[in-house]
């Protein structure tokens, strides 16, 4: 079956404990891409990836940190994280070869304290 | 920039009314446009999508049209179910540079369906 693959679904962290969380597709899409939803603001987008070693800043970066070192895995780490990161994640893929329409994992809810 | 702005929400219905999303887009050249639903406690879904000017997109008796002119791209079914109760999200994408294939959100909007 397609699909984008996030772990963990649920997290609970403290103040400045790095974690990272990991997304995975089977599509052998190109690009990939991790959003933030939030009550009110819709999804935004943090970072995202057009190919392997190739990523880019989205519209919120700060306080996260990406990698792209196989075309399959992207995972979104949060280096010091802090409570306004309490969000619902999202990581999503697309073939390059059109605007065909995104695949979205099922998300991760993560609290920080 | 890009930008998406949906009608405030929550919207509430009863069974077999009819639904409409106002959907009104800004972006340079030509966008994508896309319907996603989320269903409580999941991902985003693709729901529908068109491509350029006076396409359709449909699905599961949901329809949009790209009206290029009024950059406007709303979401109806004549008659939602319990089972259409979901988030539903407007977006459009830009292909083509460093943005390729960025999607854009619109806020979002809360449908309610009752028997």
């Known amino acids: 079956e397609a699909q984008v693959t996030q772990n963990p679904r649920y997290l609970i962290t403290v103040t400045g404990k790095k974690l990272t969380v990991t997304c995975s597709q089977n599509m052998n899409h190109e690009y990939m891409s991790w959003y933030r939803q939030d009550p009110g603001l819709g999804l935004r987008q943090i970072y995202y990836?057009?190919?392997?070693?190739?990523?880019d800043k989205g519209d919120v970066p700060e306080g996260y940190k990406v990698s792209r070192k196989e075309k399959r895995n992207f995972p979104l780490i949060l280096e010091s994280p802090s409570p306004n990161q309490t969000s619902l994640y999202f990581c999503a893929s697309s073939s390059s070869t059109g605007p065909g329409g995104y695949t979205f994992g099922s998300g991760t809810r993560l609290t920080v304290v | 920039g890009n930008s998406v702005t949906q009608m405030e929400g929550p919207v509430t219905l009863s069974e077999e009314a009819f639904l409409t999303i106002n959907c009104t887009y800004t972006a340079t050249g030509y966008p994508s446009l896309f319907w996603y639903v989320q269903y409580p406690g999941e991902g985003l879904q693709l729901l529908l999508k068109a491509t350029k000017a006076d396409d359709k997109g449909s699905n599961k008796g949901f329809e949009a049209t790209y009206r290029k002119e009024t950059t406007s791209f709303h979401l109806e079914k004549g008659s939602v179910q319990v089972s259409d109760s979901a988030v539903y999200f407007c977006a459009l994408s830009r292909a083509g540079g460093t943005s390729y294939g960025k999607l854009t959100f619109g806020q979002g909007t809360i449908l309610t369906v009752h028997p």
């Open positions: 990836s057009m190919n392997v070693e190739v990523t």
